[in-house]
DNA sequence: TTGTACGCGTTATCAA
DNA sequence: TTGATAACGCGTACAA
């Protein structure tokens, strides 16, 4: 059942029935309906990698993200999805959780083409893997990572840490803690000293000193998060305010400060990043990144970049801080145990009561 | 850059190489070497298309999931991604939100093979479109849904249900409501009836007259469980417990308790189905649905029907019921408002306290 | 064990 | 506006 098919049944050539099916402008609409009628009596739908063979195109976009279980990639994901699927590609997934596939997929998939373009999300792109894109002709877009020979789609990173520790610092903390993320390999490379830049800005804007016993590099999930937490909270001299680079480790500060009896945000006050769905559950003060808008952006200068070759451009995207009752004001010392705050005021309990979201 | 050019580079004829490309058994150790030299010195990758349209084959899977970014659906996709990845198999996903799209990729899609195999998940799936699949050779397996000509992997909700609800009633519980989710359009189909069955099946075994009014159909998110409770809540007579059709509505249904006053488990007992992870972080007893297992599972069994034909077989996992703190023995009526417990005992105190999870 | 010729189902280019 | 025909790059009989 193929395309000889179809042209016999409607008495025509396969020219014509190609030109039907890609809407090509030059069909009678006469000789157009003929087709159409045989197509749909034959339920006939064309083969895919027939179709790619010829055009060299195959309608699919690759989506190479680490760890995508996780929020925030899954946000951007969706973003992707729906863009995609408007413009009628598909999507394919290849998941990194190593170095090595990675590498794989950036330096393997690429070379000849399955897909007629790649997404490359917080992933580290070195000169080399940029000049082999360019060689081969496989458009690239990179979200949430930068390099230069590649159109890049950024959050301000420096800019977002550092709104959020000057809103702490606004609310009289001076003792301000970092939770970062660690630079596994090649994973989000930027991100976590694009973020520590911020923090150490906005310390230095108010002249605050740094203090490194006030920072801790984890994973970029809820254990590592909530390790970080405990080593700082631990200090004999203990930060009243975190600033986590990720929702997600943010809620292990959460919870580290629940396990140590800390009140949020009278003892503790916590900022996350990313605005996952989660940080509005749990009324979690952040930094919001336009994930949907993103991963739609990201495809769409992908598909544009798939029609014809644009310059490599970088697109800085506005973060903006989101204030929920994860922070308050210092509360004076020695009086916070005992500060106006309703006994039940748990983070669960809190939610419904101080919501300044706008 | 193709398999001719190797051919001349190794001084072979593209036979051979092909041998070589395809692991074939039949080719000296010497010329095989001397190809796979030619092949790392053009940087050779054989374009994917011209070999699915030549062997019938893209090593591709289809995955239809509807709203794959609910918990539930990531958990399945995870196990999905690793067994497929595993497999040499990549995944191309297709999200599914309106009975349109549904119907496109179940009538469209298979019919002209991009993809090898055909992983459908939680959605219903007639016998004129299970008929379709044998008559285009597309292998296809269920997840979370069921068709007797499919290869189908079921959870079993009716037994789920009953457990959660017998459970409740062990507790000391006669009034349990019953947040269900709604059938739409061919979503989810005996989803919700069967943990409707099991619900049922538990009050009669204990002789415990089922009240419809304690039940309510909401849709399968957080505010959907948070607008039933409301409904259940809001009655003269409330119930004691509450049994949801999933986690993310439990979390409805937990907020909902919140904004009444209601304490967790004191005031209100509530049960969860699915076990995603956020179920753990918030403590909420729940019944577990092995969901890595169940992406893994179907991808075996795909991948031994793209082998070769099986005959549609229906597996039923078990599930498990995950004690943690959002259930307790009924409180004696009257005395629940000032019961031995900590006054900060909301849900999110409780949870480094009351820990029986096994 | 190796090389050759053909087929897979399209698209694209021409000439009509 | 249409039809014939040559790519597209590989797998695979079949012949050597």
Redesign the interface.
């Known amino acids: 059942m193929n395309i000889y098919d179809v042209a016999k049944q409607a008495g025509v050539g396969i020219g014509t029935v190609s030109r039907v099916l890609n809407g090509s402008a030059k069909v009678k609409p006469e000789t157009r309906e003929r087709v159409q009628a045989a197509i749909n009596q034959l ?8 179709r ?2 010829g055009s060299g195109r ?1 309608h ?1 976009l690759g989506l190479v993200v680490p760890f ?2 996780r929020p925030f990639f ?2 951007v ?2 973003g992707v ?1 729906m863009a995609a ?1 408007a413009h009628g590609y ?6 990194v959780e190593t170095t090595t596939q990675r590498d794989h997929y950036l330096r ?1 998939l690429p ?4 897909v007629d373009g790649l997404l490359v999300v917080s992933l580290f792109c070195d000169e080399s893997e940029a000049e082999r894109f360019r060689k081969m002709n496989l458009p690239v877009v990179l979200v949430d990572s930068y390099n230069p020979l590649l159109t890049s789609l950024v959050v301000d990173n420096i800019s977002g840490a550092r709104q959020a520790v000057e809103y702490l610092i606004s609310l009289g903390h001076r003792q301000i803690g970092f939770v970062n993320g660690v630079k596994v390999g090649s994973f989000n490379f930027n991100k976590a000293d694009d973020r520590m830049s911020g923090y150490r800005q906005a310390l230095a804007n108010s002249d605050i000193p740094y203090n490194p016993e006030w920072v801790s590099a984890t994973e970029w999930t ?1 254990a590592g998060g909530r390790e970080g937490a405990r080593q700082l909270l631990l200090l004999p001299q203990r930060p009243t305010a975190i600033f986590a680079a990720s929702d997600v480790q943010a ?1 292990g500060v959460m919870e580290q400060a ?2 140590q009896g800390l009140r949020v945000p009278q003892d503790l006050c916590i900022i996350g990043f990313d605005n996952i769905e ?1 940080a509005e ?1 749990l009324n979690l003060t952040t930094v919001a990144q336009p994930m949907h808008e993103m991963g739609k952006q990201a495809v769409e200068r992908l598909l544009a970049e798939i029609e014809c070759p644009q310059p490599p451009q970088t697109v800085m995207m506005d973060v903006t801080l989101v204030h929920r009752s994860t922070t308050a004001p210092l509360a004076a010392p020695n009086v916070s145990a005992f500060s106006t705050a309703s ?2 005021d ?4 809190t ?2 009561n101080i919501i300044t979201e706008g």
């Open positions: 339920d006939y739908v064309p083969h895919g990698a027939a790619s063979l195959s699919v995508f279980t899954i946000e994901l969706r999805e699927t598909e999507m394919v997934l290849y998941n393997q070379m000849r083409r399955r809820r809620l629940q396990a989660l559950l006994v039940r748990g983070v669960w309990a939610q419904q």
